[in-house]
């Protein structure tokens, strides 16, 4: 079982490249977000999906597009890269289970673009 | 809206001090909160539910609907308590995280 896992765990893109983020959760958790860590900003919720085939934006989505074609994988994709989207990126998957809520959070990417 | 604020970017205590890291929150609904922890380059993990009214590492934190707070608290703190912390609001779907407070505990 290895929970949330995310790929790679660093990136260096130029201005204008694009590139996918992947994120793979193993616990049939049917829900899954993505969000990006910015010092003094906290978490910020970009993308979340509560199931296959349905996805919906979070706090900040412009730049970003993601889909979820199976309950194991949500991928992030940068369309063109800008240096405001340098930042460090957490997949999460959820479940609520007995009335509780679980999160649970991948390793990060740290991308930089320059 | 959901919305998670944390007042203070940065704390500072000395070892067995006390420490209180404050969160307020605003939902219109009723609120599930979280408190999660970041340990240097490490992944954010969950040290705190509300409704499970439990102590994790010492730490405690009680939901006050009146002034709309769940403030983290800890009696005496330890060096390995150095860490960042997030307060997180659970509304209908999305879980949405404060700014953060960097926790540093002196020796």
């Known amino acids: 079982n290895a929970g949330v896992t995310q790929t790679p765990k660093f990136q260096v893109l130029k201005t204008g490249q694009s590139m996918t983020l992947q994120c793979a959760q193993d616990?049939?958790?049917?829900?899954m977000s993505w969000y990006r860590q910015d010092p003094g900003m906290g978490l910020r919720l970009i993308h979340y999906s509560v199931g296959a085939g349905i996805t919906d934006q979070g706090e900040v989505p412009n730049g970003y597009n993601v889909s979820r074609s199976t309950t194991e994988d949500f991928p992030l994709r940068l369309l063109s890269a800008a240096p405001s989207q340098t930042s460090v990126y957490f997949c999460?998957?959820?479940?609520?289970?007995?009335?509780?809520?679980?999160?649970?959070f991948g390793p990060g990417t740290r991308l930089t673009v320059t | 809206a959901q919305r998670v604020t944390q007042p203070e970017k940065l704390l500072s205590v000395f070892k067995g001090a006390p420490v209180e890291l404050k969160c307020n929150y605003s939902y219109s609904g009723s609120p599930e909160l979280f408190w999660y922890v970041q340990y240097s380059r490490q992944r954010l993990q969950l040290l705190l539910r509300?409704?499970s009214r439990e102590s994790i590492k010492g730490f405690t934190a009680d939901l006050n609907k009146g002034e709309t707070s769940f403030h983290l608290k800890k009696p005496f703190a330890q060096e390995e308590d150095s860490a960042m912390y997030y307060c997180?609001?659970?509304?209908?779907?999305?879980?949405?995280f404060g700014q953060g407070t960097r926790l540093t505990i002196n020796p």
């Open positions: 999460a998957s959820s479940r609520t289970s007995g009335g509780t809520y679980e999160q649970y």
């Open positions: 997180a609001l659970k509304g209908a779907q999305k879980l949405v």
């Open positions: 509300h409704i």
């Open positions: 616990m049939n958790h049917e829900y």
